[in-house]
């Protein structure tokens, strides 16, 4: 350490809070695995919401389905500005610890509602709205309604964020193109490096194996991150 320079200041984030209040002996390994994917999908979410709103403009955010996390981990984010953050969480989970993450002056700004039976009522038009691997144990029609309603919950210009294997299904996206109601705007986005996917030319990487991971998946375009925009 040099003397007289300062360490940086320590970022708000989940996974500090995670690691400061976690010791060898307590800690547990699924809880290591959800703060790592919640490392890698906050990124990926966090880039998507810079490309589409600038660092500085004004966002409010919505998660459904998850467990506060990734809601938590972009309402604290230094590079872009949630001025409100959503968790709209089914009503059998324990909320009681999911603002935990969050420092004092941050809570209020995390709403927690809860639905039933994939009845969801949003109470606003949000900029942001995420889904991120929540349908697996619905019907298609299930589906397509959950993420037409969502759809209809964003503020114009906003940005519905899915990622489900569901995509992977040619037939299920084009009966959900044929079921929203506004015109909108499709893309994907890599689930790998937070990169807008692009057929005719192939996210560069330093890393060979990395380069060839990201080529197979612009070729399937299986499990990577859509994009819905309402215009």
Do not use: W
Not at 45 to 69: A, H, M, P
Not at 117 to 146: P, R
Not at 151 to 167: H, P
Request: contains cysteine.
């Amino acid at each position: 350490m040099r003397i007289g320079k300062k360490q940086p200041p320590k970022k708000n984030s989940s996974l500090n809070y995670f690691l400061e209040n976690s010791s060898d002996s307590n800690i547990d390994i699924q809880d290591v695995s959800r703060h790592h994917s919640n490392g890698i999908i906050s990124a990926i979410v966090e880039q998507i919401i810079i490309n589409y709103f600038g660092r500085t403009k004004s966002v409010t955010f919505c998660d459904i389905g998850g467990d506060g996390l990734l809601s938590s981990e972009i309402l604290m984010s230094d590079y872009i500005n949630v001025t409100h953050s959503t968790e709209i969480t089914s009503e059998d989970f324990n909320v009681i610890n999911m603002k935990k993450y969050l420092p004092d002056n941050l809570k209020s700004k995390l709403s927690i509602n809860s639905y039933k039976n994939n009845q969801i009522e949003f109470n606003g038009q949000y900029s942001v709205i995420s889904m991120m691997n929540i349908l697996n144990d619905m019907a298609d029609k299930e589906k397509i309604n959950l993420i037409v309603n969502a759809f209809n919950g964003l503020a114009n210009n906003g940005i519905l964020i899915i990622q489900d294997k569901m995509f992977n299904d040619t037939k299920f996206i084009e009966d959900l193109f044929s079921s929203l109601p506004n015109t909108f705007e499709h893309s994907q986005y890599s689930s790998i490096v937070a990169t807008k996917h692009n057929q005719k030319i192939n996210i560069a990487h330093y890393s060979d194996i990395i380069f060839n991971e990201l080529k197979s998946e612009n070729s399937s375009r299986n499990d990577v991150v859509n994009i819905l925009q309402k215009k």
